[in-house]
């Protein structure tokens, strides 16, 4: 019978999977990675692989579970601790972070492709299900964080969500500009959000205002 592993060589073992997954399924995507593969880059049995994850698609989901969760932590630091009076330079400040926290990450550079919809289908409903409520808190923690900030984006936080989805999805295709002009395309997209929602902060303060 073999004999378990130590909590120093599960954590040892773990990352080198975490590891070696990031940099196969970064640069090739899940569907053409094997577990065969995994298991020769991280230099481990196929056996302990399956004690760590039941399959290459829930490695997947770990590395962004993890990516999700530095992000939300680099995103909720830039709000709470670069105050500005100056609330449209705040938020682009928290812009330029989420974006530069996400694009850092090897995968991020595959969500264009099929491969998100594709470990979707595998996970268990319930695993997503626990995801989304995640989402959902770090939304709140962040419109709470804006708020201390004097920021009140009033009842569309999923308007803005989705003008900041908008400009991830242009940071995954740098190369389809020309090199001089993205930093601008992006800077510009920042501003034009960032004012939108400085001018709706503004708008809701007054309303409540008005109503006292």
Same mark, same amino acid.
């Given at each position: ?23 196969l399924f970064g640069s090739r995507g899940v569907r053409k ?74 995968? +991020?550079?595959? =969500?264009? $492709?099929?491969? *998100? ?7 268990? %409903?319930?695993? &997503? ?31 803005? +969500?989705?003008? =900041?989805? $908008?400009?991830? *999805? ?7 500009? %020309?090199?001089? &002009? ?31």
């Open positions: 019978m073999p004999r378990a592993f130590t909590e120093q060589e599960k954590r040892y073992i773990r990352k080198k999977l975490l590891d070696a997954g990031l940099d990675v094997s577990v065969d593969e995994l298991v020769q880059e991280a230099n481990i049995s196929k056996g302990a692989f399956y004690k760590f994850f039941a399959s290459k698609e829930d490695l997947y989901f770990a590395l962004l579970d993890e990516a999700q969760e530095k992000f939300k932590k680099s995103i909720l630091a830039a709000a709470e601790n670069t105050p500005s009076d100056n609330k449209s330079d705040h938020l682009k400040h928290i812009f330029r972070q989420a974006v530069k926290s996400w694009t850092e990450n090897p995968l +991020s550079a595959r =969500l264009d $492709s099929d491969d *998100l919809e594709y470990v979707l289908r595998k996970m268990p %409903p319930e695993l &997503i299900e626990e995801h989304m409520s995640d989402d959902a808190d770090f939304s709140k923690q962040l419109l709470e964080l804006c708020s201390d900030a004097g920021i009140n984006m009033g009842q569309e936080p999923q308007l803005v +969500s989705g003008l =900041l989805r $908008s400009v991830f *999805l242009v940071s995954l295709h740098e190369e389809r500009f %020309p090199a001089d &002009i993205f930093p601008k395309v992006i800077d510009t997209l920042f501003d034009l959000i960032a004012e939108y929602i400085a001018r709706n902060s503004a708008e809701n303060n007054s309303t409540h205002e008005d109503g006292d």
